[in-house]
């Protein structure tokens, strides 16, 4: 049987690591750790490989989704939650049954242009998008289909 295509959101700050960080990573690929949300944890649970992805740049000026990514493995546990020093440890965390887990994800595309928040914002298509509702702070979200498609009309101009 095979696997239905779905599609999420992943934020990340860009001066801690952004799109241009995954594109010149070796092989344009990257694991995605650090994820300390249960939920963003579940999310990335479900992501199989093929699934796409939404790059999006949070804390940025201005926040926006700048590209698209791809899932390349599916969720694994994060190292970074047994690593005393690492700003990601977790205490609490059992090495025989891991609490936080990982996916990794390749480059595909760099959009010409961001696409930012406050315009997204004017799109009727997305008014329910999980990343324009107000108090979303997931930095891992489910996209429908819907969403994905108009999104990449947006990038196409």
């Known amino acids: 049987m095979s696997h239905a295509r779905q599609y999420w959101l992943m934020k990340s700050e860009p001066l801690v690591f952004s799109i241009e960080d995954l594109a010149r990573a070796p092989k344009r690929t990257t694991c ?7 939920q963003a944890r579940n999310f990335m649970r479900a992501m199989k490989p093929g699934d796409q992805v939404l790059f999006y740049h949070s804390n940025a000026n201005p926040p926006a ?3 698209i990514a791809e899932v390349t493995a599916t ?3 994060d190292p970074t939650q047994f690593e005393r020093n ?3 440890f977790d205490s609490a965390s059992d090495p025989k049954a891991p609490r936080w887990e990982m996916v990794d994800i390749r480059h595909v595309r ?3 242009a961001p696409m930012s928040l406050d315009s997204l914002r004017t799109e ?6 999980a990343l324009l509702q107000k108090g979303s702070r997931l930095s ?5 289909k819907g969403e994905w498609e108009h999104i990449l009309r947006l990038a196409q101009g």
């Open 110 to 112: 760099t959009f010409e």
């Open 65 to 67: 989704i700048v590209g």
């Open 32 to 38: 995605w750790d650090g994820v300390r949300n249960y």
């Open 75 to 77: 969720a694994y546990p």
């Open 86 to 88: 690492h700003k990601h």
């Open 140 to 144: 891992v979200q489910p996209v429908t």
């Open 124 to 129: 009727k298509a997305l008014a329910g998008m």
